[in-house]
């Protein structure tokens, strides 16, 4: 089967990419069956955001000791947040 290359548009950010002939070879050999979605920029972006690259930290304020702090979910309001030092003592005292 002959692929040829595709200008696709990222459904993130909107710019056109194109999705090459080699990489539509390489989708068949694993079976996957859709076309990318995101550009290889807004892929990476991803992917880095589930792995920890760039997390976005909350702002709150330890429930132990009261120090303002940042965790990296949002504080929910029903449990008691703390800060790296505190939880770090609450869960070695365990």
Known sequence: MAFQDKDLVCRDCGK???FT?????FYLSRGLESEPT??????LEKKLSRV??????HPTVCA???????????PRGDRPVYCNECFSKNRSSR
């Open 16 to 18: 056109k990419f194109t």
């Open 21 to 25: 002939a080699g990489e539509q070879e």
């Open 38 to 43: 995101r550009c290889k920029e807004c892929r």
């Open 52 to 57: 920890g690259g760039s997390r976005i930290m």
């Open 64 to 74: 132990q000791c009261g120090q303002d702090c940042e965790v990296p979910f949002e």
